[in-house]
């Protein structure tokens, strides 16, 4: 099998790992206080994998950390968003589909704040994406409840998040205001995945102990609870952190943003087959254009996943 196949394959696992994160953490806040939840996941990876990175961490320069951290910082902020949509949604589907728009978001906020261009398929997917999100709000009369809120803002967050680790994963430079050239040096992805994870544990360490009661759940003996904690943070952000990464470091990166769409189907999957979840019409109408959002949205890499498909699959097109 080759590298890409290789990497197809575990981008495929990866996705797999992210919905059932959703899984494992709609269980763990069932039976404990969200952030403390979160706190507890991000700590534990954070400190896995801060482990494996620990000769790469004692390398980086005092900007690489403080890059990380401000990566880490916005991480932290978009997941208590993302945990509280999580805690109050009656539909983990919808949800999943409402995060996604992040993926949407992303170059218009690298547009907007960096100046960087957007191909006409990102401007093209934004009208549908905002017409799925009306539809799945129209069931409360573009009333949207606490749960579809959050998400949204997760998901406007989580674009820049994604930007702000895109540009210190790798090298880039500019000039400042003294006409000098600055270089940026990029941060690894091990110690900077690591600094990122353990910062958003602080953060929502942080936001548990002023707004959440922790007596009930250090209290609470029940093992279920320690394995769905132990499980969302080795399994489903350690462990899919690092196979993402592994996974990307074999393959151009077209691939894996393709691929890393399903994630918000096998969310919906495993909402219904976990969970009992069903969806109103409007609603599974109003993922449906996220979905499709998505695909116009990287319709180029996916253009050039199938042309590579092709060209593998028939020889004598390549040349």
């Known amino acids: 099998m080759s590298d890409a196949h290789k990497s197809d394959l575990y981008l495929v696992l990866v996705t797999l790992l992210a919905a059932i994160g959703w899984v494992l953490s709609k269980e763990a806040v069932l039976m404990m206080p969200p952030l403390m939840f979160m706190a ?33 910082f916005v991480f932290g902020i978009a997941m208590t968003c993302w945990i509280m949509g999580l805690y109050h949604t009656e539909s983990m589907g919808e949800g999943a589909f409402l995060t996604s728009l992040g993926v949407v978001i992303v170059p218009v906020i690298a547009r907007i704040v960096f100046g960087e261009p957007q191909p006409l398929s990102t401007w093209m997917a934004i009208p549908i994406a905002v ?18 809120i959050n998400f949204v803002l997760a998901a406007t967050i989580f674009a820049l998040y994604f930007t702000l680790n895109t540009r210190a994963a790798n090298q880039r430079s500019f000039v400042d205001k003294n006409g000098q050239t600055v270089e940026k040096k990029k941060v690894p992805a091990l110690p900077l995945t690591a600094i990122a994870l353990l910062t958003v544990g602080t953060v929502t360490f942080a936001e548990s102990a002023i707004s959440e009661p922790w007596a009930p ?12 904690v132990l499980a969302s943070a080795l399994i489903a952000t350690a462990g899919r952190f690092l196979l993402q990464t592994y996974a ?60 590579a498909l092709l060209k593998a699959k028939n020889p004598s097109q390549r040349g």
Not at 131 to 148: I, K, M, V, W, Y
Request: aromatic letters at 10%; glycine letters at 8%; charged letters at 10%.
């Open 217 to 228: 759940t250090l209290t609470n003996t029940d093992p279920m609870l320690y394995f769905w």
């Open 40 to 72: 507890g996941r991000f700590l534990i990876a954070g400190a896995f994998l801060a482990v494996l990175a620990l000769p790469s961490l004692l390398k980086l320069s005092m900007d690489q950390v403080l890059r990380s951290l401000g990566v880490g």
């Open 131 to 148: 017409a799925g999100l009306a539809l799945l709000s129209l069931e409360n009369g573009f009333r949207p409840d606490p749960g579809q």
């Open 248 to 307: 990307q470091s074999l393959s151009i990166h077209s691939h894996g943003v393709v691929i890393l769409i399903l994630e918000p189907v096998w969310v919906a999957v495993f909402a219904v087959l976990w969970f009992g979840e069903t969806m109103a019409p409007l609603q599974v109408a109003g993922c449906a254009l996220i979905f499709a959002a998505l695909l116009v949205n990287r319709w180029n890499a996916l253009s050039r996943a199938i042309k």
